[in-house]
């Protein structure tokens, strides 16, 4: 629980990461690696977090100047604290407008500064009850036959008896096409909302270390701004049965202004894509890694919703959450000072054995409703029945239309991105047998 330096330096936003190198010719060290980019901890997060949740559960990470941490008591409790905010943008625009000035990279945090995943009470709670509508279960069940054509329509051109990766072909567009539909966004026009969703990914996971590649991506932003003000137009003049329509209607005499409206169709645009494709991936990996589970849910596709829980606690896309010390307390034995950054690591509380025994053996029978890979509390993740559906339906297509998958490269062949705070496969190559 040592600090070794004082907080401060550059604060990362979160949701939204830094994407680092993974670090050049690594050494032997019996020294614990401080780089949660180094390879072990990209490769590995479950083993890299293991070690400090039994040695220094409330790590501070010099390297990164912030906690982690680990223990899943302890991330309840943090994600709980009152003494963090969620807040965390303005010290973000504050290292980005150094470098990088310009009206549009302005307008694009006035963009991210209303997504509610960076807001606090009162204001998180006023979106949150506008937005949440728009994702509650019965609202996302009654897209289930949309979904499931366009889950039909990637399996049918997906090459039998050949290797293929079931990233870039099925996983990847999915989620994309998935939300653009829900959004309303007409067929013609879903390429470059794939564009656009590529783009806000870049400019949230790393360009701020980059003013040019920033200020492009901020024009971007741009473009999509008006082409949603654009949709918006249309759909209020002649609302259509999608999320923007219902978006635009009044909830108890409140609604979400322009701006608002925009800023949180960019954040579901984002939220929506990468994180489902990359549990789509992990799911399947985890599936082939323990073929008598994978059996066991084609035999009993009913047990399929608890099966989705138990494969994003296994190994779910959040590789953390990021909140920031608003005010100097103590926790846990350990002072925290104002302005420090706090990595929860949701990884390592859904491996705690004080938590789930035999942490790392997936048993798609454990039903963890309590596992953190959707977050927790106040900002849990809002589109969890949208992503848990989307996986659900792929998933099981999949094992209904082969009857064998299998890895078409070895398992040292496959490789992690690293950034700090999602976790995402680069491809996983497979061969589909009918
Ligand atoms: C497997 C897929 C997904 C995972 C693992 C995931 C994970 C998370 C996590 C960990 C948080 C909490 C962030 C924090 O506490 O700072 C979160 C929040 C959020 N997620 Fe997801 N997410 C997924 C899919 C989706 C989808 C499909 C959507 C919408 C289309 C979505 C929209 C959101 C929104 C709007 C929030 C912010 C909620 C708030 O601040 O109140 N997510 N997600």
Known sequence: MLKSESGGGEIHPHFLFEKLPTRVGAMTTPVFDEN???DFAVRDPYGYFAELRENDPIHWNPKHKAWIITRYDDVTATIKNPHLTASRIEPFRQAVSKSANSPEVDETFGILADWMVFLDPPHHTRMRRLV?????PPVVRARTQAMTEVVDSLIAELPVGVPVDIMESFAAPLPAIVIAQMLGVPPIDRHLFKEWSDLITALVFGAYDNP????????????LKNYL?????????NPEDNLISLLLEHEDGDSLSRDELISTCTLLLFGGHETTTNLITSGLLALLDFPEQMADLRANPDIFPMAVEELIRFDGPARATVRLVKEDHEYGGVKFTAGERVFIANPAANHDPRVFANPGQLDLRRNPTNHMGFGFGLHFCLGAPLARL????ALGALMNKFSRIEMACTREELSWHPTMLSRGLHKLP?????
């Open 430 to 434: 497979v061969i589909l047998h009918h």
């Open 132 to 136: 949440s509508r728009v994702f509650a």
């Open 390 to 393: 989307e996986v659900e339906l």
């Open 229 to 237: 003000l654009e949709l918006i137009n249309k759909f209020e003049k």
């Open 36 to 38: 949660l980019m180094c």
């Open 212 to 223: 040019d590649r920033f200020r492009s991506a901020a024009r971007g932003m741009m473009e």
